[in-house]
Each structure stands twice: as structure tokens, then as C-alpha cells.
């Protein structure tokens, strides 16, 4: 018999956003099942930190600081992992900031914020990647979305409209880039316990009161579906947004 393999050996993924919540959840699982693991974010300490723990239980990891808002940046993350790795098989474009600002209370500048990271940040990061994949002949792009995008939040509508536009922007992405092996899907998680959905805890108890599952979903749960999307099982898989989110059913 043969000895176990990962799901993802060999393969080098990025993902931006893993120095905490979801992010690093998908780094450990990738690395789990046999990838090259570029962890990145802005908070070095724990990108790095992160990275040393994969190293330690046998992984191979490396964390590069970029910050999604500045294409130098992704640019620069690009580049340092083909120099050390040699290539690009997955990218999740996960890094991502909420804007829960009211419609009329909403500065432009609150709208240029979540616009650069949840948005341009996804956008400057496949620009650099996916000729790369194209001429790899193959690549796989997982866009971490969110509910938002199609549950409609009064109390976010800045958050709503971003992940919209990630979602749709997926499914045109995937149709040109299909005839390359170039798969791109949208995860869309609902509430996740991350720091990010705990800021405001009375919101957190609230939305979680709401959800058929009566609970938040975890970042392991999270990493699960990004490590399916990113292997050999998802071959046939592309242009799709997989939604996990305890049966908020709409
Ligand atoms: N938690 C939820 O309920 C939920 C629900 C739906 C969708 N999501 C989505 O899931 C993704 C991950 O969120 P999370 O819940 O895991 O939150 P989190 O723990 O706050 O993680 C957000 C990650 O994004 C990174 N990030 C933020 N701004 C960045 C920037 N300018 N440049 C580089 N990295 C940046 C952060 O890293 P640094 O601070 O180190 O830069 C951090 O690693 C986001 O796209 C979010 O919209 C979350």
C-alpha cells in the first residue's frame, strides 16, 4: 500500500489574511494536507508565528508581510513566493476588514477603506496571479465572500456591496479562465467566530440567535470547504460559491 498523501502535496498556495481567523485556519489545513503554505497579512508576529508552527509539525510554510492595499506589496508577496517555491498553484484571497457603518452615516473614506482591502486587495492579488496560472496551465482561486453578498444588511451596506462585486467578479473570472485550468470559486461564509465577527459581542449573541444551527460556524469549518474547493475533488468546480452559513436558507 501506498503511503498517505495529502490532498494538496506538492501544490503552493497563498493566502492573504491567514495571520488570524479564517486565514489561518485554511494555512494549517493547507499544510495539513501537503502544501506549501505562504501565510501573509500585516501583523508579522503572528504571520510568522503561524509559520513556525507549521514548520514545527512538519510543513513547509513561510510568512510574507503584505499589506492587500498596496499593490508593491502583493507584488512583492507574488514574487517571493515563485522565488522560493517556483510557482503558484492556489490562491484564497481571504484578508478582509467589516464595514458596518450605516448607508448615510458612511464617509467617503469608509467606503474607499473597505473598497481597497475586501475589494482591490482580491483584485491586485489576481492580476499578479492568475496570467501566472494561466501560463502554469492550471490554478485554482478561492475569494473568501460572505453571506452579505446576497443577504442584504441594512447595517452594512458597504460590506454588502464589495462581497456582491467579489462574487460576480468570480463568475466572469471563471468562465475566461476555464479554458486555461484555471478554476476560481466564492466561499461565502455566514457568522464565523473570529475576532473580527466577535468585535461587537451583543451583535455577535444577536446573530447568532438568528441562525438555524443556533451557532456560529468555526474557522476549522471554513478551512474544510477551502481545502475542498483547492484539491483534485473540485476538479469539475468553477464559478461557484459554496455557502456555509448553519441554514440561513434564503
Ligand atoms: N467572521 C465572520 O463572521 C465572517 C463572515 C463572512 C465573511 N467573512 C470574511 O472572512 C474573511 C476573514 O475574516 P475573519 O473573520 O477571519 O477575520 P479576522 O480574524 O479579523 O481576519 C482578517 C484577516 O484579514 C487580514 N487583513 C485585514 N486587512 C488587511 C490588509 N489591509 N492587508 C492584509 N491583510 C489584511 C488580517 O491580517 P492583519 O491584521 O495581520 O493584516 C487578518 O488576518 C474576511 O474576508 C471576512 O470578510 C468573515
Redesign the pocket.
Known amino acids: 500500500m501506498s503511503a498517505a498523501r495529502g490532498r494538496l502535496d506538492g501544490r503552493v498556495a497563498i493566502i ?9 485556519a485554511i494555512a494549517y489545513r493547507f499544510a495539513r494536507e501537503g502544501a506549501v503554505t505562504v501565510l ?4 508579522s508576529e ?2 510568522e508565528r503561524n509559520a513556525r508552527r507549521i514548520a514545527d509539525s512538519g510543513g513547509r510554510a513561510a510568512f510574507v508581510r ?4 498596496e499593490q508593491g506589496d502583493i507584488k512583492a508577496l507574488v514574487a517571493e513566493t515563485v522565488r522560493r517555491f517556483g510557482k503558484i498553484d492556489i490562491l484564497v484571497n ?5 464595514g458596518n457603518v450605516r448607508f448615510e452615516e458612511a464617509t467617503i473614506d469608509d467606503w474607499r477603506a473597505i473598497v481597497d ?2 475589494a482591490l ?1 482580491g483584485i491586485s492579488a489576481m492580476w499578479e496571479v492568475l496570467p501566472l496560472m494561466r501560463r502554469q496551465g492550471g490554478g485554482c482561486v478561492i475569494n ?5 453578498a446576497t443577504l442584504s444588511s441594512p447595517h452594512e451596506p458597504l460590506y454588502c456591496f464589495v462581497k456582491a462585486g467579489m462574487e460576480h467578479l468570480t463568475r466572469a473570472l471563471a468562465k475566461e479562465y476555464a479554458a486555461y485550468n484555471v478554476r476560481l470559486n466564492n466561499l461565502a ?4 467566530a ?4 466577535r468585535a461587537n459581542p451583543e451583535m455577535f449573541r444577536k446573530l447568532e440567535e438568528g441562525i438555524p444551527m443556533r451557532r ?1 460556524g468555526t ?1 476549522d469549518e471554513m478551512a474544510n470547504i477551502a481545502a475542498w474547493l483547492a484539491s483534485d475533488e473540485a476538479s469539475f468546480v468553477t464559478g461557484a460559491t459554496i455557502e456555509a452559513n448553519g441554514g440561513m436558507v434564503r
Do not use: C, F, K, Q
Not at 16 to 24: D, L, N, Q
Not at 66 to 69: F, G
Not at 189 to 192: A, C, D, T, W, Y
Not at 194 to 197: N, R, V
Open positions: 492573504t489574511g491567514a495571520t488570524s481567523g479564517i486565514g489561518e501573509s497579512g500585516r501583523r503572528l504571520g503584505a499589506d492587500v492595499r481571504n484578508a478582509g476588514v467589516l482591502t475586501d486587495g473568501v465572500t460572505s453571506i452579505d461564509p455566514g457568522l464565523v473570529t475576532d473580527l465577527a456560529a474557522p
